[in-house]
Nanobody, 124 residues
Framework: QVQLIESGGGLVQAGGSLRLSCAAS????????MGWFRQAPGKERDLVAA????????YLTDSVKGRFTISRDNAKNTMYLQMNSLKPEDTAVYYC?????????????????WGQGTQVTVSS
């Protein structure tokens, strides 16, 4: 009984910025860990960023540290991924995922709830 809807993807030039949003409904949003995954053509779906129920613990994969920021606003039932200094290698479909516990996981098969994905394309 959980729906996740991503928005904010699009086409940007290298060095530009995008902010992805994930709006959740169907359960108590504030109680669960969440993550952002991405999948590029020919690549596996990998965790980009994750955040626990309160926002007190976060994770960023090495390739986006210093450029991306994950956050959540539980009052708005929304999680965000702020992406700055975008590079062509960031091009992928980005997926929002929710856990069934208050902490987050690193593997995609540990998240039962998923959004439909939003395309991010960075031109060189």
């Amino acid at each position: 009984q959980v729906q996740l809807i991503e928005s904010g993807g699009g086409l940007v030039q290298a060095g530009g910025s995008l902010r992805l949003s994930c709006a959740a409904s169907g359960r108590a949003f504030s109680a669960y860990g969440m993550g952002w995954f991405r999948q590029a053509p020919g690549k596996e779906r990998d965790l980009v960023a994750a955040i626990n129920w309160s926002g007190s613990n976060t994770y960023l994969t090495d390739s986006v540290k210093g450029r991306f920021t994950i956050s959540r606003d539980n009052a708005k039932n929304t999680m965000y991924l702020q992406m700055n200094s975008l590079k062509p290698e960031d091009t992928a479909v980005y997926y929002c995922a929710a856990a069934s516990v208050g902490w987050f996981y690193f593997n995609d098969n540990q998240y039962p709830y998923w959004g439909q994905g939003t395309q991010v394309t960075v031109s060189s």
